[in-house]
């Protein structure tokens, strides 16, 4: 599985960005796709996710009500719409893709939100 992301960048507190993540290769019973963050001297953390199955969602505490992510299973796309962005949202965005108890990663995406 090849997972490509793009959309990050620079952007000022409370601006919105959406970022993308298109899934390649075999990507046969891939059950659930979503995005990583990690910020500077932090730990990889998940940020939002999304069961390709049914369809349903978990967000970390700290994106709830400002990021959804969606996806689009005919373009093998996931998207997390970021809206109303913190300082503290800085982190490389890294896309991931599941199927069973094997991951995928994609590269990771540098988001930065200046105060």
């Known amino acids: 599985v090849q997972l490509q992301a793009s959309g990050g960048g620079l952007v000022q507190a409370g601006d919105s960005l959406r970022l993308s993540c298109a899934a390649s290769g075999s990507i046969f019973s891939i059950d659930r796709m979503g995005w990583f963050r990690q910020a500077p001297g932090k730990q990889r953390e998940l940020t939002a996710r999304?069961?390709?199955?049914?369809?349903?969602?978990k967000y970390a505490e700290s994106v709830k009500g400002r990021f959804t992510i969606a996806s689009d299973n005919a373009k093998n796309t996931v998207y997390l719409q970021m809206n109303r962005l913190k300082p503290e949202d800085t982190a490389v965005y890294y896309c991931?893709?599941?199927?069973?108890?094997?991951?995928?990663w994609g590269q990771g995406t540098q988001v930065t939100v200046s105060s």
């Open positions: 991931y893709a599941g199927r069973g108890l094997r991951d995928f």
């Open positions: 999304i069961f390709t199955d049914d369809g349903s969602i």
